[in-house]
């Protein structure tokens, strides 16, 4: 499915059943989630973090609903297994699509200005060496035998100094290649969003509204 449509998908899910109280739905979408993952062939280590990530949110919400609360079971279980809902329909768009995919399409189907989609990606491209440059001010730290902890500003202050730097280079390398703001630009690959995909993306919603529908049926 197209990158834009898969997010826009997950999201009305999201929300969807936010405002539903039926663990059977979320049951369902967790293991219709699963299928989905093992057919796109995601490695079943990630799957299993899937499991493992949520289970401490879900043990304190069920434990402090159950001590302090007169919810039942039900609801309980409504709160738990929307969490692991949450995560396993995010997991389809994220570990199902590259960023770069999606930022491409987010750019070409969902009109996101480009200044914002090459802003991210130049964000997110630069994580590594912001990871390297806090390590390399610690060890600097280190040396002056001024050592730098997680907590301390003067190290976030001086890896927004040097984020800063580059992201000026950035800016100027991308002028310099004839980038221009609010100007029509080709693309070096053109995604498309196929008739299939919306006929796939209205099946789906159309589904989650039979279950839902069934579920509160008397």
Known sequence: ??????????????????????????????????????????????????????????????????????????????????????????SIVTLTTSLPQLVASLEQNAKLPSKFAYGFLGAFNLIPKITAEVSIIRAAGKMRNQPMHFWSPTLYFKAILASLNWSENLAEAMTSHGFVEDQPRTHYQVIKIPVKDFYLFGSLLLILQILLFMIHLP
């Open 1 to 90: 499915m197209n990158p834009s449509l898969k997010l826009l998908l997950s999201l009305l899910i999201a929300v969807e059943i936010s405002f539903t109280r039926s663990w059977t739905v979320n049951l369902i979408l967790v293991i219709a989630s699963i299928i989905w993952l093992l057919i796109n062939r995601v490695a079943y280590r990630k799957i299993g973090l899937l499991f493992i990530v949520p289970l401490l949110p879900a043990l304190a919400i069920g434990i402090s609903m159950a001590l302090w609360t007169d919810e039942g079971l039900d609801f309980i279980l409504v709160l738990i297994t929307r969490i692991y809902a949450y995560v396993f329909v995010g």
